[in-house]
């Protein structure tokens, strides 16, 4: 089993930044691709970003490519997700997810996923 606690969430005006960080315990963290979703009320789940369990492929979805990073520390088993430039369409809950290797984009492929940390971004 893998464990995964996301934080890192808040009220941000638009423009600022916010890191998100997600711990996982349970399994060796290097063998896991690990990835962001997220999901705004009254939203379907939408993802954002994935990266290879070695950190050294990722790929981020188009509408925050330019402005949201994401990143891994292996010795910390943590992954990170970078936003800047947010924009009020940003808001949502944000979820780390973990699967095994293999990119995925789509959440039904990730069994693993934290309980989300809420991102705000007012205008």
């Known amino acids: 089993q893998v464990q995964l606690v996301e934080s890192g969430g808040g009220l941000v005006q638009a423009g600022g930044s916010l890191r998100l960080s997600c711990a996982a315990s349970g399994r060796t963290f290097s063998s896991l691709r690990m990835g962001w979703f997220r999901q705004a009320p009254g939203k379907e789940r939408e993802f954002v970003a994935t990266?290879?369990?070695?950190?050294?492929?990722?790929y981020v979805a188009d509408s925050v490519k330019g402005r949201f990073t994401i990143s891994r520390d292996n010795a910390k088993n943590t992954v990170y997700l970078q936003m800047n430039s947010l924009k009020p369409d940003d808001t949502a809950d944000y979820y780390c997810?973990?699967?095994?290797?293999?990119?995925?984009?789509?959440?039904?492929?990730?069994?693993?996923w934290g309980q989300g940390t809420q991102v705000t971004v007012s205008s």
């Open positions: 997810a973990g699967k095994s290797a293999g990119i995925a984009t789509i959440g039904s492929q990730y069994p693993y």
């Open positions: 990266i290879s369990g070695t950190g050294a492929s990722t």
